[in-house]
């Protein structure tokens, strides 16, 4: 007892020990530096490009090819093998804190992991990601024209992709229900998607696309538990302290592919949504597998005849009824699938959804559609299917 005493006097002294400020000072400069930083690449994106362009690929090279020998998702397996450690951890620092002398010492000694901790975690999470939200925006390095546009391009628009949709839908395997089945394994899917974004950067057209657009592999990486992670209305997830770009296998097919397609993006250093989104389009379009290229064309659909449902419900309607009836069955097919998850998490997101589409009945001829749509519309103008 007094042995135990004596022990804890000691420790009490050595954290009190005023023992070596200068130490946690050194950690705080760590996250200090890295938000310094940020402040500079919000004041000016184009020294964020810079990052983007010239560091973030070699900062991220050396963990993103180590994911790439890793089979499996190694996010999924820190949430099931963490979130339980976690509890447990917390289950004993109340034990410890009740039941023995010297809770100071202890709380003091726990400060500093968690200072250390979130001393690392902040730069590596900018230096993995955040830095890349203050890039310049992606149609100035794709050189596509966003503006305000009116309603007859995106209608236009959005019969140039209902068509592409009809060219492949009928040429896609499928289930005896109709529905598209890959012939690709899911594996096949989550490995070339990647190669999307080679061809694209190989069809060149500019200096970006040319020489910052592809970064070499990313292995997206299937979650076991992706059933239950639907709950949750998740698609996909890039974890910036990993590198690692996890998908949900348990959506239908042609999500599963344009998310894997989306993630990419991420591991590229495109944080934006929207634009991971557009890119997963742009890219996935020149995909050298047909069942890759219908994923594409048929989320592109997706975001431009809602969008379109915004400017005049008759247009959205009309387009809707040319659709090849297949593609229609894809469409429901995923409606259905996330019908079956519906929750707390997913009513959030659909408000969410319904807030943007009044806001979009409320204004009058030209308007923005949302970056996707505009980014899309870009490149059909680009392509000269615009006057
Ligand atoms: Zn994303």
Known sequence: MKKNRTKNLQTTQKANGSGKPWLILLWLLLPATALFVLELFIRDPFL?????????????????????????????????????????????VIVRLIAKPGRAAFLLRLGKVA???????????????????????????????????????????????AEEVNQLAAAMPRDESGLFEPSLTTQEILSLADDAYKAR???????????????GAVLTKPVSLSRFWSYTGITGIYVPFLV??????????????????????????????????????????????????????????THLNNALYGASAELHAEIYASL?????????????????????????????????????????GVKSY??????????YAEQGGLD
């Open 244 to 301: 690692e770009s996890s998908v949900n296998i348990d959506t239908r097919p042609d999500e599963m592919m344009f998310t894997a397609l989306h993630e990419v993006a991420h591991s590229y250093g495109i944080a934006r949504e929207d634009e991971a989104n557009f890119l997963a389009f742009y890219c996935g379009i020149l995909h050298e597998d047909p069942e890759m290229r219908y994923a594409s064309w048929l989320m592109g659909f």
């Open 370 to 379: 949302g970056r996707v749509v505009d980014l899309i519309i870009a490149y």
């Open 48 to 92: 964020a490009e810079q990052y983007a362009r010239r560091v973030f690929p070699v900062v991220t090279y050396l963990p993103r090819s180590l994911m790439n020998f890793l089979p499996f998702s190694l996010a999924e397996v820190f949430v099931v093998v963490g979130v339980p450690a976690l509890v447990l951890g917390a289950v004993f």
């Open 201 to 215: 950067s190989e069809a060149g057209g500019n200096q970006f696309l040319t020489d910052h657009f592809h970064h």
């Open 115 to 161: 200072l250390v901790l979130v001393s690392l975690a902040i730069p590596i999470f900018y230096l993995n990601f955040g830095y890349t939200y203050h890039r310049l925006p992606l149609a100035d390095n794709l050189e596509l024209e966003t503006r305000d546009r009116a309603k007859d391009d995106l209608h236009a628009t959005t019969l140039w992709v």
């Open 324 to 364: 090849d009836p297949l593609a229609k069955a894809d469409l429901a097919a995923r409606n259905d699938y996330w019908t079956k998850f519906e929750g707390p998490v997913q009513e959030v997101s659909s408000s969410v959804n319904n807030s943007y589409l009044i806001a979009n009945k409320q204004e009058d």
